[in-house]
């Protein structure tokens, strides 16, 4: 008896380990490949910036779709930005489901990135802040709004995500699951920026240096426009024709700060 | 009569010497014994993270409970936060006596810890500052109210403390004595922080990780509803629920900004 | 047949080739000569200063007259003002047409230096930037206006320029041609600053060292008098009178904070 | 003829420098000595401070009183603050004439020290600034008030000297001369701190740690007190009694600070 119980407790072992490996061949996807390590650099550069920058905080994420597949993105695992090596990158599935987390922590809110790039095929980047001009905006009745060409690319509008439409009353805020993500995603619409009501924002580009510029100057923007408000006359705001223009004209010369801003962060 | 004069000198200094020594044991309470070295240079790194991030300035103390007794807490001498090392730490019972002072100066206002400590036995780490967006909020009819998800922890509300009314109306506005102490730790009640009215505020927390997460939002969220409110609109504030909720996850999280603090601020 | 469109074509290339050169010798201006190399060294240090003081960021040129030729001027290739160095110096004339660009970029709006040394022998130095306190005023019906001392030589007045007036009602905001840079000039009139609505500022001045006193001063302005006019109370200006003789007074110390802020600027 | 003339030249031109001499010993006040280099040490510590915690910028000024001589005080030659070194440091009479000028310039404003320091026995040393939050309090009807145990010292009220009072419609803003140097000191009457419309504000005090503090305070009083303000509700001020046993308390503490600011300026 013994001897039989024993077979099959090793037997039922084995069958378990198999359905395991089998369960965990379904959870974590094939990976796309590897990437130019040149665009690693740029995804490391960016979370520095951005963090040299004051867009993020001990918080905030920045992700890049892979060049080679449409359905993964990189980002890196569960650290401050200011500290995100080469090593920390990981990569993902449209589902955030990571690829090879060799016992790497992921953000909780990865979901942001996953449901954006699965609604949005034209963005290449993404980034999640909370940077400190923007989240009054957030919180406040009075819309954001274009008044300084820089941040022109605001001009669609940006809209405020409120939680307790998509989650219920009392949510923990959190963009914890993937139908959180796609309400976002949904809120964001084809837009460039939405804000999360006491929370945050998020920035979409068509590549790092250009979400990292829009991080940059929605924050700009913001404070620009509290200022603006509080001189107590009337706001003159960018035109949608104008700002279409200067986006335009201005998306051609985003290197220049990128330059500056890289260099400077990796200089710390 | 010189000769007796003399003697009689002599002898009642050896009895005054006598009385003192007495006095001293008495008064000197006696030790929990050492802790853990890396406790110590938490309350080491915490002091130098709060003066980083901007949450005391030459003036404020951080304290943590003596973890083998909760009758004593750790606390340095009365030396700017940025400039303490562990030399410097002193330890006390909960009259904010020191057991070992062996000539170091004690903060005048230590019994802001010791009577917190006494009446909140939940408490393993305080806070003292004067972080600059708080103190408006301490002087204003205007109450401090969370906006944002990493200040949740302040859902319970935020009292301002009135030393006029405990200690009449012409104090020197410090928390000098246990009485004044005693009547700080009622109006902090069972809560996260007490701003204190034309002075700072008191924060509290289960750890110094959470406690120095908790000065560092407090002062954030100060700062970001006074530009909220000056931007005219309506503002929505963090539901209680909706707070209770985001609290939870987020404690799960500080490890993450107070790794990079601590990394930026014993570089300097 | 094969051998005479052979020639023909080498003969068509040849004078193409020759047309170009001509064409090139006749928008290509003569060089006015070489400059002094404390003056390159001191436009370097503009560039320098005015970034390090927060005046400009990754964007906004300064630029200097040739001494030898008021029809000529020097400037930096397009690069961030904080990245200049010597090399990055080029020589324009009033065309804003470059003497050697030898493959260099040039800033989309050298116009705004080119038309302004036109339109106003006086003036030796221009800045362009878009430092932060003066954008809202250039968004407000709130007049800029001077009420500090070290910010008397405002006292003209500052206009602030349209460009739907003078570009139409759809420009992307940017002094592209020489049209709108004539049209800047206009507003500019003969005072010390002109604002850019929704855009920045350009300053002028008798010199680096002036122009660069004047945008750092310009900015500190504009945040004093929004911060007075927060206050709620009536608001001192300066009296013309009284700001034409600061200025004359304070003109003769701008040698004090320059060497301060070449001192800090060159040093990182 | 020519001989006679010529010795008659040679007498002349000894004559004459013996005018020159005498005059010079009219003139130039007698030293009162040297000082401990200590206090020295701690007046260049005292401008790098003051520049380190942005009360001063390129300009601004602090003296200390002679500790041999009430009749003489000690302030650097006319250098950016930042910058000075203790071969900078000039011996003045209360005249603010120079004992021993050798070539270096004076501030033009030093009558500002030399008419207080005559004016008022009890002050030891003095600090002229233009830091950035009291300037739009002395553009402003809206007093400045302390609020904070910190700003204490300010209790006596803090009056606005208008130099169109005291120079008539059009100054140059300036403190010129003995006149109008002893004009602000009537302003000054007993108080620690006046402010100077469109221009910045002097603190007096016993020391110079005492009257950096002052100016640090000072600065971070206007500062709260403006957002108070702008938050809409009631604010509480200091009382004057309350604000006396502040002041007196935090006395016996401005080491701490001191001791910090020191070590972090110096170290630039």
New interface residues.
């Given amino acids: 008896m013994q001897g039989r119980l024993g077979r099959r407790a090793v037997l039922g072992g084995f069958v378990a380990a198999l359905f395991a490996r089998r369960a965990r061949a379904q959870t974590s996807p094939a990976s796309a490949g590897p990437v130019d390590p040149s665009l690693v650099d740029d995804l490391v550069a960016a979370n520095r910036i951005l963090a040299d920058q004051g867009v993020v905080?001990?918080?905030g994420h920045v992700s890049v779709r892979h060049p080679a597949d449409p359905q993964r993105y990189l980002m890196s695992r569960?650290?401050?930005p200011?500290?995100v090596t080469a090593a920390d990158v990981m990569e993902y599935d449209l589902d955030s489901t990571a690829v090879d987390p060799r016992g790497r922590t992921s953000y909780?809110e990865r979901f942001i990135h996953g449901e954006i790039y699965r609604a949005r095929p034209d963005v290449k980047a993404v980034v999640h802040n909370?940077s400190?001009?923007v989240?009054?905006?957030g919180?406040?009745?009075?819309p954001l709004r274009p008044?300084?060409?820089?941040s022109?690319f605001l001009w669609p509008g940006v809209p405020v995500f409120e939680i307790?439409n998509a989650g219920g009353?009392?949510?923990?805020?959190?963009i914890?699951d993937a139908a959180l993500g796609q309400a976002l995603a949904r809120s964001l619409g084809a837009g460039p920026v939405v804000l999360m009501?006491?929370?945050g924002a998020v920035a979409v580009g068509g590549s790092l240096p250009e979400v990292v510029f829009r991080g940059v100057y929605t924050e700009?923007n913001a404070?620009?426009q509290?200022?603006?408000?509080?001189?107590?006359?009337?706001?003159?705001?960018?035109?949608p024709?104008?700002a279409k223009?200067?986006q335009?004209?201005i998306a051609g010369?985003i290197g220049?700060?990128?330059?500056?801003?890289k260099?400077?962060a990796l200089a710390r």
């Fill in positions: 905080d001990g918080y569960s650290i401050a200011e500290l909780l909370h400190p001009s989240i009054p905006f919180v406040s009745t009075v008044l300084y060409h820089m022109a307790r009353p009392a949510t923990d805020m959190l914890r009501r006491g929370h700009v404070r620009l509290a200022q603006a408000m509080a001189l107590g006359g009337t706001v003159t705001y960018l035109d024709e104008e223009r200067a335009a004209s010369t220049r700060p990128w330059e500056l801003w260099k400077k």
